[in-house]
């Protein structure tokens, strides 16, 4: 078979082309499209960083403990918990960090004849920045209603509690008091016993008055005890700070 000049049926030869030149040498590749910030858990988008992705929602605790905190004194001493808040924590109306403890003071199987004999345990929460949320020895007057009591008749000496702080506004937290229970405790066993009726009516629901934080800085979140004998042991058995914010 002849070829004419043409490739067409020249199935024994082949046309080689000319090579053109060499281009430019292209960026090199990155293999960090994401990079994640653990300290404060933020991803960079591509290898310059130039767009960011926020993640700490997804992280809600704080803080907790399980180490027991005890205070004899019938003032308030130091802080059994002093929680920092960061700033912009609640960048949101709605937002809140939320409080969950526990306490227990020393039980006396005595009966205690009135109230007003009677021992009390009380806690104070209050922030870094001066207000106090809730003073149980003060609180409308000093009515038992979330103090602790230490005879046996009254059966509450243990109680376990979880306050929400609402942001209602870019310097105020609302608190409330979502759950309450007060009922007799064993502070050796670490354990509240449910199942014992207490004598005294409780809240379980509580909005308290608002505070004031300026909650684009940093604040404590703090609790104290105190034991109204001067003798007596009450101890703060937990705590766990958590935040519930929304998605930036």
Do not use: W
């Not at 300290?39 to 591509?46: E, L, Q, R, S, Y």
């Not at 205690?112 to 009380?122: E, P, Q």
Request: with cysteine.
């Amino acid at each position: 078979m002849s070829c004419t000049g043409c490739n067409d049926g020249c199935f024994d030869e082949s046309v080689q082309l000319a090579q053109g030149p060499i281009g430019a040498t292209g960026p090199a590749g990155s293999t960090e499209l994401l990079t994640l910030t653990t300290a404060t858990d933020v991803v960079a988008i591509g290898p310059t960083g130039s767009s960011t992705i926020d993640l700490t929602y997804l992280r809600p605790l704080i803080s907790a403990s399980v180490a027991e905190q005890t205070q004899t004194s019938s003032s308030y001493g130091a802080y059994h918990i002093d929680v920092e808040i960061p700033a912009n924590t609640l960048v949101n109306d709605g937002e809140f960090v939320r409080l969950n403890f526990a306490i227990i003071g020393d039980y006396d199987f005595a009966y205690a004849g009135d109230l007003a004999s009677a021992n009390k345990y009380d806690y104070k929460i209050s922030l870094s920045t001066g207000a106090t949320v809730l003073d149980t020895s003060t609180y409308l007057g000093g009515v038992s209603f979330f103090r602790l009591l230490k005879e046996g008749d009254f059966n509450r000496n243990g109680c376990q509690m979880t306050i929400d702080f609402i942001r209602t506004g870019a310097t105020q937290l609302t608190p409330v008091i979502r759950n309450a229970n007060f009922f007799r405790g064993d502070r050796a066993l670490r354990m509240i016993q449910t199942s014992i009726i207490s004598k005294s009516i409780t809240p379980t629901f509580v909005v308290l008055s608002p505070v004031t934080a300026t909650l684009s800085g940093a604040f404590n979140l703090r609790l104290q005890t105190k034991s109204t004998d001067n003798t007596s042991t009450v101890g703060v058995q937990f705590h766990e700070v958590s935040k519930f914010i929304k998605p930036q």
